[in-house]
């Protein structure tokens, strides 16, 4: 089956379970918001993506991955899903999964839980191959009406909805990792690492922990404070977040950032991040790699070196390390946070 397929023919399950369709999201920016995501947005690191060319059906035959789109929460008219991975050899048999939720990257408002897959998509066939369990959450994008801490919330509000159906869904509610990149990469870090009664959420889901065991940014921005790290475009795009620059709410900025909110009692650390990154700079990652070692945290920050944002070359230099050794470190370390998915007596 080739990738477009696995990636868009989820088999739609409410948050009910009674098969509601998952509703499109509406995003209407004005033409100079368009115009900096399109100047912004680093799109073009597919074309450096090994697997991206060619036919991909022969890297996604084994294993043979099953793929099913769940609601777990609904605003209104507006429904919000997520699509969950897991290995057909493995979802017949009784088994708690360890679970990873990805959160797509788009500058906090386009894409959504397939658009960013394809990039990690070795990562999830390699982790869903050794009995855990992948998902891709979709999340309230900002525009004109919602800002921060809508999407954080919803974040959260997967991982509660997990842990309030881990049984029924066959997974481990105390063995959950966060992963972003860029926007993602963000996300991921404030609802893993601000305080787990912050920021709202679904009242129906508010009752279950919002906390993971481990959390893993790609060149997401840490520490929307820092002066010398902001520029006009960068600037637009905040605020679109926020909801309104920096000048005039300088605390709200400093609540919408996750190096404010680590800690000693703050779940591991990964932080990856390019070190001539033109969008997100280097020393987003820095300087919450050194907060993180001052507080007592434990955090690891890998350097990608002669890339530009997430993975973009940016010249004829060959990017290090390479973007399947990356995915490889990922899931390494996931698997070292989260444990084996299966015990030492268990088999497939």
Known sequence: MAVAAKLFNCTPRSRGMKGIVFKARLLCPGLLMLVVIALTIPMSFFEYVPWMEGDMASRVMEPVLVCEEIIYKEIGEMSLGFDIYRSSEISASPHMAPVVVYVHGGAWMVGDKRSGLRLAWPMLEALCSKGFVFVSTDYRLANTYTKFPAPV?????????????????????????????????????????????????????????GRVRAVVSWCGPTDLRIEQHRTPIRE????????????????????????AYVSSASPPIL???SEEDSLVPYGQAQCMYEQAMVVGADVMLISIKNSGHVYKKIDDRE??????????????????????????????
């Open 153 to 209: 919330e919803d974040v959260r509000d997967t991982v509660r909805y997990l842990k309030k159906n881990a049984d029924q869904l066959g997974i481990d509610s105390e063995r959950i990792a966060l992963m972003g990149v860029s926007a993602g990469g963000h996300l991921a870090l404030m609802a893993a690492l601000a305080p787990d009664d912050s920021l709202g959420g679904d009242p129906e889901l508010c009752t279950y922990s």
């Open 236 to 259: 637009i795009l905040v605020a679109e977040l926020v909801g309104q620059p920096f000048q005039n709410d300088s605390y709200l900025y400093s609540a919408a950032s996750p190096a």
């Open 271 to 273: 932080l990856l991040h």
């Open 319 to 348: 990017i290090q390390p390479g973007l399947e050794d990356i995915l490889k470190l990922i899931a390494d370390y996931i698997e070292r946070q989260l444990g084996l998915a299966f015990g030492p007596c268990e088999h497939r």
